[in-house]
């Protein structure tokens, strides 16, 4: 019997995986309530080296301005650009309204406007049809592209309904995860949508070590990988370095329970982004740890160091550095 | 003549040139006007302060400060509140804003003129843009008081100014009479650099109340 609470997370990680052995993201169909297409999925090649699937988070492209669903070629162009053919999207790419507006932020709360403005964003939500999301999976799909999780940043703003509807939108859009910058509280209030759903969502953390309920220690990703079976980790590997915890040990306890990692560089101690290779995250050891392993853990690009080069060139600089790592 | 005509035409060729060649622009924004500021937004986007606080420090994202608005910007002097923030970082806001130590004194000191540069930049857009009728009284009274201009500035040179422009002009005159681009540095003389921190801090209704009574000066 386990003695202590990390003992226990272990078998429960365990027996989650499955009799089957660890869930393989990589081979999982779409999720089963997707709106029906008419004939087969046109599904991108991942973009798979030494058998390892590389992704981008459309964050990176930082030139793209959120809010402005226009914008959404300009994404799919970027990722052609950058032989990605797979992503995690930003909500505040997909839907009319930033990320800011819809109360992640703490401060953002308080600037003059926010509550009309998050009224707006909710009712844009619920009342939105759901071919909105599949229309944005067929213009990915059309390129040979595929959104594979959705990123939306729970938090005490959303109503119930408009949580249960952000499920609905992943779905349509085809991802087979959500990923969420998000607090352990709100974590604890998506349980049971995430049950209803049979849906999983991942926890990504940064690096605030002073509110208890952030994500950004291991111990409180183990508070929500307790919460539910539908819960996993979207490890963000620079903001878990900066915030000076053992990143590739993490990996390596609790892979079967991380849907993808976001491949940053940062300095230890909050410290800043670097260019790929400069900073403290044991990038090049966290990527030969998944490709010795096989463990499908999904790797993301995430470009956040500054340039004065365009986003769709760092992308690719960060893809070059990777590749030289996993290929050697 | 013909020397003459040559002259005329390489004139007017140069002077085409300089009309349309528009100022060199990349991911951190457009190239800055002295090697002192250029230095600072090397420092700006290198450190990427750009991708929380916007690149014209517009649209900040992630719940970074509006450093075009923030008081504490306002406020400092050649990095002397900035500095410190950006050696230390904030490790406490919910997306800890990142640390730079490496970063030396006469760095601050150029990305704190750089973050200057373009708070001007953009404020003085947001201030002459702004079509609002001001306070005579109110106007007069922060002349003569908390703007501080009577220390510099005589009803006289005013009245003078105030006959020579147009309501907009007037507007943009009375907050950056040299103009917007400084020549060295990040300003071209202590009346400049006055100016240039008026514009930084000046609320959009006290300069709306200062137009209108240099208005009535006509």
């Known amino acids: ?328 | 003549m013909l020397r003459l005509l040559m002259g005329a035409l390489l004139c007017v060729g140069a002077c085409a040139v300089a009309q349309t060649a528009a100022p060199a622009h990349d991911a951190g924004g457009y190239a800055a006007p002295t090697a002192k500021l250029e230095h600072g937004r090397k420092i700006f986007v290198e450190s990427s302060c750009h991708f929380c606080h916007g690149v014209d420090l517009t649209g900040a994202l992630m719940g970074a400060a509006d450093l075009m608005h923030d008081p504490l910007v306002g406020a400092d002097n050649d990095g002397n509140f900035i500095g410190p923030v950006v050696l230390a970082g904030l490790p406490n806001l919910q997306t800890a804003m990142p640390k730079f130590p490496e970063l030396t004194k006469s760095d601050i000191s150029d990305l704190a003129g750089y973050v200057h540069y373009l708070r001007q930049q953009g404020r003085f857009k947001e201030l002459t843009a702004s079509t609002a009728t001001g306070d005579v009284a109110a106007g007069k009274t922060y002349f003569a008081g908390s703007g501080g201009c009577s220390g510099c500035h005589t009803e006289a040179d005013m009245r003078a100014a105030a006959k020579k422009y147009d309501r907009t002009s007037l507007r943009a005159h009375l907050l950056l009479p040299t103009g917007l681009a400084p020549k060295d540095g990040v300003a071209n003389d202590a009346g400049d650099a006055a100016h240039r921190k008026l514009v930084e801090n000046i609320a959009p209704a006290d300069a709306a109340n200062v137009s209108a009574y240099l208005e009535t000066l006509r």
């Not at chain 1, 995690?88 to 309204?97: A, D, L, N, R």
């Not at chain 1, 790797?299 to 769709?312: K, N």
């Open chain 1, 1 to 328: 019997m386990p003695t202590d609470r990390r003992s226990f997370l272990m078998m429960a990680t365990v027996a989650v995986a499955g009799a089957g052995g660890v869930r393989d993201w990589a081979q999982e169909a779409p999720h089963g309530a997707l709106p029906v297409l008419k004939g087969p999925l046109p599904m991108a090649t991942p973009r798979r080296m030494a058998g390892l699937n590389f992704g981008v988070e459309t964050f990176s492209f930082h030139d793209i301005p959120q809010g402005d669903p226009t914008q959404l070629p300009r994404i799919l162009e970027h990722m052609q650009q950058a032989g990605i053919p797979e992503c995690e999207i930003m909500s505040g790419h997909v839907e009319p309204f930033a990320n800011a507006l819809t109360g992640w932020w703490v401060q953002t709360r308080k600037t003059p406007g926010f509550t009309e403005a998050r009224e707006k964003a909710r009712e844009w939500r619920l009342t939105v049809p759901m071919d909105y999301y599949v229309n944005v999976r067929k213009k990915f799909e059309a390129v040979g592209l595929r959104i594979y999780y959705y990123n939306i940043n729970f938090n005490e703003t959303f109503t119930d309904a408009e949580r249960d509807r952000s499920f609905e939108a992943a779905k349509a859009l085809g991802a087979v995860a959500i990923s969420s910058s998000t607090v352990i509280s709100e974590a604890q209030r998506l349980v049971p949508f995430a049950e209803k759903h049979k849906f999983a969502v991942a926890m990504h953390n940064h690096n605030n070590l002073v509110d208890p309920d952030q994500f950004a220690t291991p111990e409180s990703f183990e508070k929500a990988l307790a919460m539910s079976p539908y819960f996993y980790v979207t490890l963000d590997t620079g903001h878990f370095t900066a915030g000076n915890n053992d990143t590739l040990a993490f990996l390596k306890q609790y892979h079967a329970r991380i849907t993808n990692v976001h491949l940053r560089d940062r300095k230890k101690d909050n410290g800043p982004n670097r260019p790929f290779g400069f900073g403290d995250t044991p990038i090049k050891e966290i990527l030969l740890t998944i490709r010795d392993n096989k463990w499908p853990v999904r790797c993301y690009i995430e470009y956040e160091y500054g340039s004065f080069r365009t986003s769709v060139d760092e992308v690719k600089a960060c893809m070059e550095y990777c590749t030289n790592v996993v290929v050697a």
